[in-house]
C-alpha cells in the first residue's frame, strides 16, 4: 500500500531532492566504527565458507580409521578427530547447522516477540496484563524439561530444534517490544494517525515498529549468539544434531572430551565459535550506537 | 452568524487514579475537562487559552475522541462522536483534524513527506493512487513548501518547516474543523508569526473553522475571532476576541489580561499586574464551588457552595463568576 513511484510528472521543473532516511544516518556511522565493521567482515567470510566451503574440502563424514586422531598436517589442516575425518570440513559443515540455526531460530523469536510484545504494548490494560503474565509463566519453566519433552514426543529433528530454540527466546524480545512500544504510545505522531482514523494494525506495523527497529535489531544481534550457544548447550547434552552430522556445538564437546590427548579437536572448533560470538557482539554493539536516535542529527 | 458546526455540551473527560497489582483500587478522579460546554460556528477562529495543566489540551484530544469521554457529547455536524460507533468515528475524521504542539514529536521520523502526506488520501481513498502524487505537491504548495522535498525526512527540516508538514497532513483529508494544539508554543519566537498567519490565510481561503489552543493572550488576539478561557477543566469565560482581551470580566481572565505585556515603554511601566496567590488547585481535588474562589480577590461565602455556571453577559459574551454583577 506504500506508495513508491516517484512522482516525476508532478514536480517537473524541480528536481525532487532525496533525503537521508536515519537509516541512512545509522549507516554511515556504523561504517565508521572500525571493530563492528570488522566483526561484519568476519561473519560474512566465516557465513560464505561455510555456506560454499564443504563443496571443496573432503567429505566431512568419510573415516579413515588408520590414521586416526591426527595433528594439522599439510593433508588435513586442523587435524583429524578419531575416527580419522577432516576437522576443517567438519567445523565448516558444522558452522552450516550453527548458523542455521543461529539465523531460523532468531527469526522465529524475532516474528513471536515483536508481534506480541507490540500487541500487549499498543492494547494495555487487562490484555497486557494477561499476556505479560503468560511470558513470565513461560519464563518459569524449565527449558531444558520443555526441550526433552518435546524431542520424545515428536523424535529428534533439527527443524522442531529450530523451532524449541525460538519458541524459547522469544520471550525477552516480547518484553523489550512492549516497553518500547509503551514508551511510544504517547508520542504526537501516533496520536496523529490516531486522528487520521488509521487502523490499529497499520499504526502497530507502519508507524511503531520502524520507530523501534533500533533496540530490536541490536537485540537480535545478541540474540543469535545465545541462541548458538543452547544449541551448543543441546548438542552437549546429545538432544541436538546427531551423528555424523555436526554442529560447533557437537565438535566442542567431543574436542572437551578428549583435549587431553588431542587438543585441536577443541582450540579449532572452539576458537570458530568465540571468533564468531565476538563479530556478533561487536556489530550489536556498533549497531546499538549508530542506530541510538540521541546521536542523529538533530 | 454562521450555523454552529461543532457542539460541546456538558463535556466530561475524567481519569481514574488506580492503585494496586491485580486488584485496582480506585483512589481518585483527574477531572481533566469537567463540564465544558461550547458551540463553534462554522468559518470562525476560537482562540481558547487557560494556563498549563487547565485542561486545554485534554479538551482537544477528546474533541478529536482521542481520549474516552467520560460524559455529555461532542457533536460535530448532527452526530454525537462520543457514542458513534468507529465507522461513523472514521468518517467523522474526515473532518475534524488536529494540529500537534511539538512538530518535532508529531511527524514520524521514519516516514518521508511524502508517504506522510500521502497516507491520509490512501487510507480514506480521497484520491485515486495515480493522483496521490499531484495532491502532495499541492497540499505543500498550499502550505509554503517546495514539492521538490517531497522525498526528505522530517529530520531534515527546521521546526517552522515541520509544522508547516503536520499542518499540510491535518488539511489533507480537506477537513471542516481543525483544532491546534498550541502550534508555536515549541517554535522560535520569528517562526511563531509566520504559522499564525499561515494558519489565518488556510482558515479564510478553505472555510476552515479552527480551535485554537494556547497558553499565551497575545497570539490568540492575533488570530482568533473569539476567545474561551478555562480555568481548571471548565470554561470561565467566553467572547468576542477584542472584548475579552480588552474589557476582561472575570477574575481570572483580568489577571490573565493583566499578564500581557505591552510594547509601549511607557504604558509597560505603569501596567498594573494582578498577580494571582497560590497554584492552580489540582484536578484529583478541585475546591468546592468555584475553582477559582481560593486564589480569587472578589471571592465570597457564596463562591465556596456550587460551581456557578456559565451566564449571557451581554450578547455575544459568556462569564462563570456569581459575583458578576458586584464587579468594579
Redo the contacts between chains.
Keep these: 500500500m506504500s506508495p513508491t513511484t516517484l512522482p516525476s510528472a508532478v514536480v517537473t521543473p524541480e528536481q525532487i531532492e532525496t533525503g537521508n532516511s536515519l537509516w541512512h544516518d545509522a549507516w554511515s556511522r556504523l561504517r565508521k566504527n572500525r571493530l563492528a565493521v570488522c566483526g561484519g567482515a568476519t561473519l560474512l567470510v566465516l557465513a560464505l565458507l561455510c555456506a560454499f566451503g564443504p563443496f571443496f574440502t573432503q567429505s566431512y563424514q568419510d573415516q579413515n580409521l588408520d590414521l586416526g586422531a591426527s595433528g594439522p598436517s599439510a593433508a588435513h589442516w586442523l587435524g583429524t578427530d578419531t575416527l580419522g575425518r577432516d576437522l576443517f570440513s567438519r567445523i565448516l559443515f558444522g558452522g552450516r547447522i550453527s548458523m542455521m540455526v543461529g539465523l531460523v531460530a532468531t527469526f522465529v523469536a524475532l516474528a513471536i516477540g515483536v508481534t506480541y510484545g507490540a500487541v500487549a504494548g499498543f492494547f494495555g490494560g487487562k490484555i497486557d496484563a494477561v499476556m505479560m503474565r503468560i511470558v513470565d509463566i513461560m519464563y518459569a519453566l524449565p527449558f531444558t524439561i520443555f526441550v526433552i519433552l518435546l524431542m520424545v514426543f515428536f523424535g529428534r529433528n533439527i527443524f522442531l530444534l529450530f523451532f524449541a530454540i525460538g519458541a524459547v527466546e522469544w520471550l525477552t524480545m516480547a518484553r523489550i517490544v512492549r516497553g518500547q512500544i509503551i514508551s511510544i504510545k504517547k508520542m504526537e505522531y501516533i496520536e496523529a494517525a490516531r486522528a487520521l482514523g488509521l487502523g490499529k494494525r497499520r499504526i502497530i506495523f507502519r508507524h511503531m515498529i520502524p520507530n523501534i527497529l533500533g533496540p530490536i535489531i541490536v537485540y537480535t544481534t545478541l540474540t543469535i549468539p545465545a541462541v548458538m550457544l543452547l544449541e551448543a548447550f543441546l548438542s552437549f547434552l546429545g538432544l541436538g544434531v546427531q551423528p555424523p552430522m555436526s554442529s560447533w556445538g557437537v565438535l566442542i564437546k567431543d574436542g572437551a572430551e578428549k583435549m587431553e590427548e588431542f587438543w585441536w579437536l577443541l582450540v579449532f572448533p572452539g576458537g570458530v565459535f568465540s571468533l564468531t560470538l565476538f563479530s556478533l557482539n561487536f556489530l550489536g554493539d556498533g549497531l546499538r550506537d549508530a542506530l541510538d536516535v540521541r546521536s542523529s542529527k538533530d | 452568524m454562521s450555523e454552529p458546526i461543532l457542539q460541546l455540551n456538558d463535556v466530561k473527560t475524567h481519569f481514574p487514579i488506580t492503585r494496586g497489582f491485580?486488584v485496582k483500587r480506585h483512589i481518585g478522579t483527574v477531572k481533566a475537562v469537567d463540564g465544558v460546554n461550547l458551540t463553534v460556528r462554522r468559518g470562525e477562529v476560537l482562540g481558547l487559552v487557560g494556563e498549563s495543566g487547565c485542561g486545554k489540551s485534554t479538551l482537544a484530544?477528546t474533541i478529536?475522541q482521542?481520549v474516552p469521554t467520560t460524559g455529555g457529547t461532542v457533536v460535530l455536524n448532527g452526530r454525537n462522536l462520543a457514542t458513534s460507533s468507529a465507522r461513523e468515528?472514521?468518517a467523522a475524521?474526515?473532518d475534524l483534524?488536529?494540529v500537534?504542539?511539538?512538530p518535532?514529536?508529531?511527524?514520524?521520523?521514519?516516514?518521508?513527506v511524502?508517504?506522510t502526506l500521502?497516507?491520509?488520501l490512501?487510507?480514506?481513498r480521497v484520491c485515486a493512487?495515480a493522483d496521490?502524487?499531484?495532491r502532495?505537491?499541492e497540499l505543500m504548495r498550499l502550505v509554503g513548501l517546495?514539492?521538490?522535498?517531497?522525498?526528505?525526512?522530517p529530520?531534515?527540516f527546521s521546526g517552522g518547516q515541520r509544522q508547516r508538514i503536520?499542518i499540510a497532513?491535518a488539511l489533507a483529508?480537506e477537513p471542516k474543523v481543525i483544532v491546534a494544539d498550541e502550534p508555536v508554543s515549541a517554535l522560535d519566537v520569528s517562526i511563531q508569526a509566520q504559522i499564525l498567519n499561515l494558519l489565518a490565510q488556510l482558515t479564510k481561503k478553505m472555510n476552515l473553522t479552527l480551535i485554537f489552543i494556547a497558553h499565551d493572550l497575545s497570539v490568540v488576539k492575533h488570530i482568533s475571532d473569539r476567545v474561551a478561557v478555562m480555568y481548571l477543566g471548565k470554561i470561565v469565560e467566553l467572547g468576542l476576541a477584542a472584548d475579552v482581551i480588552e474589557r476582561p470580566r472575570h477574575p481570572y481572565t483580568r489577571a490573565l489580561v493583566s499578564a500581557i505585556p505591552t510594547p509601549n515603554p511607557d504604558t509597560e511601566r505603569t501596567r498594573q499586574r494582578i498577580v494571582l496567590a497560590g497554584d492552580p488547585p489540582s484536578p484529583i481535588n478541585p475546591p468546592a464551588g468555584c475553582a477559582f474562589h481560593p486564589r480569587c480577590a472578589y471571592a465570597q461565602a457564596q463562591c465556596k457552595l456550587a460551581a456557578p455556571p456559565l451566564v449571557d453577559d451581554g450578547p455575544t459574551r459568556e462569564v462563570a463568576c456569581v459575583r458578576l454583577a458586584d464587579l468594579p
Design positions: 491485580l484530544r478529536l482521542l468515528l472514521l475524521r474526515r483534524q488536529m500537534f504542539q511539538d518535532y514529536a508529531s511527524l514520524n521520523p521514519r516516514m518521508t511524502f508517504a500521502a497516507e491520509p490512501l487510507v480514506h493512487p496521490v502524487a499531484a502532495v505537491a517546495a514539492p521538490r522535498f517531497m522525498q526528505k525526512y529530520h531534515e503536520a497532513r483529508l
